[in-house]
Every structure is written in structure tokens, then in C-alpha cells.
């Protein structure tokens, strides 16, 4: 019962790099959501998808890209790095319209690093 | 806009003590209410839930009971363990706001054998 599961777990880059951040969800999950976490500030929503094919801006979208190509996939790309975007990201995602009272399922996160 | 305002920490506590974290919420009608708690290196989990006013969300000892009049929802745990450390948040969604999350700054709190 994997749940959602990200990778890498970590990584380091230097300013100017680009990659991607991948997350699965096995649960049939209609919605899914990319946060960073950084230290006093909680969860800050990057961006958020509500189905396959669609994408949504959240708090704090500039620098980074994400797509939604497949219902259990929504990649995060960050297309050149700045040390601003050191953070730990979580993926997230939670059943479809009408179901605010579900929670959201988190994966474990992962750690980034641009020097 | 919704808001979560979650007590500061961190928390240090003696094994068996009880505790609160204290959280209270800005929030138009009536949104679900959630405490998460996240264990080191780890994503986080839900811990409990209520979902209306006067519920009473409960899970491994803690419990929060969803205050409409205070707009507010306390988690409470009568004798808490050193497996108990964690960074516990806050966290509303608005009815029908399925992409609006809102979530406290979270309480780490530590306890201490």
C-alpha cells in the first residue's frame, strides 16, 4: 500500500540547474498538490492540479513548472534553480469534488538543495 | 481569506504530562477541521478530523472538538509518550474547497522521559 511516494528523496543542485520532481499516488486521487515546507513559515501550496491534464497556480508558483499528463503522476519542475528554492517539497493529493472532508494523503518529501 | 493561528513552540514536555495545543481559525461557513502531525524525515499524517460543529475528532489518545463559537480547535492528549514528539499542525478546508488547504505553522513539540 505505497500511497503517494516522491522521489528522489534527495538532492542537491547548483544555481542554474533545472530537474523534476516526481510524484505517484496509488489511491485514485482526482486532486493533487506540491507544497514547500520551510522552517517558521508551515506549508506554502505551490501549485495544485484537479484532474489529469489540468494545473492551477497556488501561494507561491514563480520558478516552478508542473504537468499532469497521467491521473496518478504530477511532476514539479523547477527549470533554473536558485538557492530561494531550498526547501523540503511535499506532494500531496486527496479524493475529488464534494469531498472537503477528506484529508490529503502526503508523500515523505523531498529534500532540496541549490548552492 | 481563511487563516489558522496555531500556539508557537516548541513544546517541551515531562512523559505522562497533559497537553494542548491550541489552534484557532478564520474561515467563512463551515469548513473541516484537521490536526496532522509529522515525525522527523517524514510527510505528514492525519491524526484526527471533525468535519461539523461540537464534533469531537479523536485518534491514539488525543482528541479536538470542533468550536464553532470559538472558532477553534485545541488538540488535547491526557498522558503524552515520548513517541509523541512530532510537529503537530493545524489545518482547515473550506466546504466545497477542494484545492484550498490552510494550515497552521505548525507546534513541535518534544517530551522528555
Known amino acids: 500500500n505505497a500511497g503517494v511516494t516522491q522521489t528522489p528523496k534527495f538532492r542537491v543542485l547548483k544555481t542554474g540547474q533545472s530537474m523534476t520532481l516526481l510524484c505517484a499516488q496509488d489511491m485514485n486521487h482526482e486532486y493533487m498538490y506540491w507544497y514547500r515546507q520551510d522552517p517558521g513559515m508551515g506549508l506554502r501550496l505551490i501549485h495544485y492540479?484537479?484532474?489529469?491534464?489540468?494545473?492551477a497556480k497556488g501561494e507561491v508558483p514563480d520558478g516552478y513548472n508542473v504537468s499532469r499528463l497521467k491521473k496518478q503522476n504530477f511532476l514539479l519542475g523547477l527549470e533554473s534553480a536558485a538557492p530561494s528554492q531550498t526547501s523540503v517539497y511535499f506532494c500531496?493529493?486527496?479524493?475529488?469534488?464534494?469531498?472537503?472532508?477528506?484529508?490529503?494523503?502526503f508523500g515523505d518529501g523531498t529534500r532540496l538543495s541549490i548552492l | 481569506g481563511d487563516s489558522v493561528t496555531q500556539m508557537e513552540g516548541p513544546v517541551t514536555l515531562s512523559e505522562e504530562a497533559f497537553l494542548t495545543i491550541n489552534c484557532t481559525y478564520t474561515?467563512?461557513?463551515?469548513?473541516?477541521l484537521f490536526w496532522y502531525v509529522q515525525y522527523p524525515g517524514e510527510g505528514l499524517q492525519l491524526l484526527l478530523k471533525a468535519t461539523k460543529a461540537d464534533d469531537k475528532g479523536s485518534n491514539k489518545g488525543f482528541e479536538a472538538t470542533y468550536r464553532k463559537e470559538t472558532t477553534s480547535f485545541h488538540l488535547e492528549k491526557g498522558s503524552v509518550q515520548v513517541s509523541d514528539s512530532a510537529v503537530y499542525f493545524c489545518a482547515l478546508r473550506p466546504p466545497g474547497g477542494y484545492q484550498k488547504v490552510t494550515f497552521g505553522t505548525g507546534t513541535k513539540l518534544q517530551v522528555i522521559p
Open positions: 492540479s484537479v484532474g489529469e491534464g489540468t494545473t
Open positions: 500531496a493529493s486527496s479524493p475529488g469534488q464534494g469531498m472537503s472532508n477528506q484529508p490529503q494523503h
Open positions: 474561515a467563512t461557513g463551515y469548513p473541516s
